[in-house]
């Protein structure tokens, strides 16, 4: 019996090399950590630590836990999935067990 294929999903060997295409760059992982080790180290926060209130609550805490929230919102972000690029050429089709049409 021959198989009616009317899918449209890749062979499996092209999604073997979509896998590095997925999830963030190695890159911007990178700047972000890197972000946020200057962000949370001393000298930027001594620039919040004054006797401020925000909503009635100390200036430093909130701070701290805003860039928190941002780098996790930027992680997300970041973490989206990429779209895979649709390819150029498809590859041949296989024959078909059988010969009949």
Known sequence: MSE?????????????AGGAERGPRPQLLVA?????????????LIVWDADATVFGLPLLPVALFTIWGGFIA??????ERRPRPAP???PP???RAGGGP
């Open 88 to 90: 150029d050429v498809l």
């Open 32 to 44: 972000l950590f890197a972000a946020a080790v200057v962000a949370f180290n001393f000298p930027m």
């Open 93 to 95: 089709a296989a024959p």
């Open 74 to 79: 930027a992680l997300a972000v970041a973490s």
């Open 4 to 16: 009616n294929r009317t899918s449209a999903a890749p062979p499996p060997a092209a999604e073997g």
